[in-house]
């Protein structure tokens, strides 16, 4: 599975949007791009996932670049709630029934 | 709540004593994993089990380690002679593949604390 770089942290403004990046420049084909996060003292929680086409749910919103190099995960209008570690995952299709590598994710701080 | 529970939610031992723990995945969840979080650390990998068939360890997961699904519902993880290094979070998560998604559902994990 490629390797994946995201900033260690992040601060947002409630109600704004946050918009958290992660590269993962060695992706291959027929890799997919996960996003998970963790609230402090939670399990891991699943947002989204997608392989080359933007990606919308009732969380968050999902933007790969055409070269699939880059991704953004897209918070509308963040929440107090959303103060959480953000994970940025590639796995191949093959291994989605797999194991989740973990790298260190993006903390993110919603302020009032 | 994911539906995912673990037990203990937390416990402390003594170096060198012997420790287990519980992890009830969604019923109908085919797809069963354990992962260890160090403090800052994101989650590593230990094992997971198809049914009661354990797939995959990683090199983590010393001969101190043992996980087991034995009817392919819940599963345990012990560890034997702990040591202070394995002082973590220890994680369980659940997924169905039939369904075509693979995300996976995480437990509120057990902290073990070695003393």
């Known amino acids: 599975d490629a390797k994946t770089t995201q900033p260690p942290s992040m601060d947002c403004a409630e109600g704004r949007a946050a918009n958290l990046p992660c590269n993962h420049s060695t992706i291959s084909g027929n890799e997919y791009v996960y996003w998970y996060r963790q609230i402090h003292s939670q399990g891991p929680q699943y947002i989204i996932h997608g392989l080359k086409n933007n990606e919308t749910n009732e969380m968050a919103s999902l933007i790969i670049t055409e070269d699939r190099k880059s991704s953004t995960l897209i918070l509308p209008h963040a929440t107090l709630r959303d103060t959480a570690v953000y994970y940025c995952?590639?796995?191949?299709?093959?291994?989605?029934?797999?194991?989740?590598?973990f790298g260190q994710g993006t903390e993110l701080s919603v302020k009032p | 709540d994911t539906g995912v529970s673990q037990n203990p939610r937390h416990k402390i031992t003594k170096r060198g004593q012997n420790v287990t723990f519980r992890c009830d995945p969604i019923?109908?969840?085919?797809?069963l994993y354990w992962y260890r979080q160090t403090l800052g650390q994101g989650p590593e990998f230990l094992t997971y089990f198809q049914n009661e068939a354990q797939l995959e360890k990683s090199r983590l997961l010393s001969d101190r380690f043992s996980a087991e699904r034995p009817k392919g519902s819940f599963s345990t993880l012990e560890i034997q002679r702990t040591e202070q290094g394995d002082s973590a979070m220890y994680l369980c998560?659940?997924?169905?593949?039939?369904?075509?998604?693979?995300?996976?559902?995480f437990g509120p994990g057990t902290r073990l604390t070695v003393t």
């Open positions: 995952i590639v796995r191949a299709f093959y291994n989605q029934g797999g194991k989740l590598i």
């Open positions: 019923s109908e969840h085919n797809r």
């Open positions: 998560a659940s997924s169905q593949l039939e369904t075509g998604t693979y995300e996976q559902y």
